[in-house]
């Protein structure tokens, strides 16, 4: 079955980086746009950052970007998301997702298959 597994999570000071790191098993990588979420507590999930299938194509939420940066290594089946300048606002659980079908990046409807997540804290 599918499994995407994140790591590279934990508590960090304002100001620090983290590089959190998603492993694809179970489905065809390349096929498949890959994106990155975020739930901060007592919030919704929200779109943090998506690369298109083959990495020609990325995208960012407003709140993050030139603070954050996304990429995959297919033959490794993994995508990676480097935050740097970490705020405390930026804590929350990081979820990467799996969309087949690679269209509006922001929309959770849109990925098929999701993490069970790791969790970002930054103290102030």
């Known amino acids: 079955q599918v499994q995407l597994v994140e790591s590279g999570g934990g508590l960090v000071q304002a100001g620090g980086s983290l590089r959190l790191s998603c492993a694809a098993s179970?489905?065809?990588?390349?096929?498949?746009?890959m994106g990155w979420f975020r739930q901060p507590p007592g919030k919704e999930r929200e779109f943090v950052a998506a690369?298109?299938?083959?990495?020609?194509?990325?995208s960012y939420a407003g709140s993050v970007k030139g603070r954050f940066a996304i990429s995959r290594d297919n033959p490794k089946n993994t995508v990676s998301l480097q935050i740097n300048s970490l705020k405390p606002e930026d804590t929350a659980v990081y979820y990467c997702?799996?969309?087949?079908?690679?269209?509006?990046?922001?929309?959770?409807?849109?990925?098929?298959?999701w993490g069970q997540g790791t969790q970002v804290t930054v103290s102030s």
């Open positions: 997702a799996a969309s087949l079908r690679g269209k509006s990046y922001s929309d959770t409807l849109s990925y098929d298959y």
């Open positions: 690369i298109s299938s083959r990495g020609g194509t990325t």
């Open positions: 179970g489905l065809t990588f390349t096929n498949y746009a």
